[in-house]
């Protein structure tokens, strides 16, 4: 059975850099596409970023794009996102996804990509 799980989340300031962390257990990481999403109450999850499996591809959503950083360390099993520059609007939880079995170059970006999801962790800004 395949696990996510997030760490890293937490309270911190506008202008602060925090790196999320995912670890997968259970399954063959290094052919999994993985992405990162975000939700706040009353809204869809949405994109964040995604790494192809050997991390050699990456794509980023709008507001990540030039912030935040999606890497990937496959003989450990963990995905991270680093992000910089953080502003009031990245307070949610944000979630890491796998989808298996992609060993291609093609960036899923859509929450019905991915077939396994981690708990989430929560990420406040304070401004």
């Known amino acids: 059975q395949v696990q996510l799980k997030e760490s890293g989340g937490g309270l911190v300031q506008a202008g602060d850099s925090l790196r999320l962390s995912c670890l997968v257990s259970g399954g063959a990481f290094s052919m999994y596409a993985m992405g990162w999403f975000r939700q706040t109450p009353g809204k869809e999850r949405e994109f964040v970023a995604t790494i192809v499996w050997n991390g050699n591809g990456k794509s980023y959503a709008d507001p990540a794009r030039g912030r935040f950083t999606i890497s990937r360390d496959n003989d450990k099993n963990t995905l991270y996102l680093q992000m910089d520059r953080l502003d009031h609007p990245d307070t949610a939880v944000y979630y890491c996804?796998?989808?298996?079995?992609?060993?291609?170059?093609?960036?899923?970006?859509?929450?019905?990509?991915?077939?396994?999801w981690g708990q989430g962790t929560q990420i406040t800004v304070s401004s």
């Open positions: 996804a796998a989808r298996p079995n992609c060993s291609g170059t093609y960036y899923y970006t859509h929450t019905t990509d991915y077939e396994f």
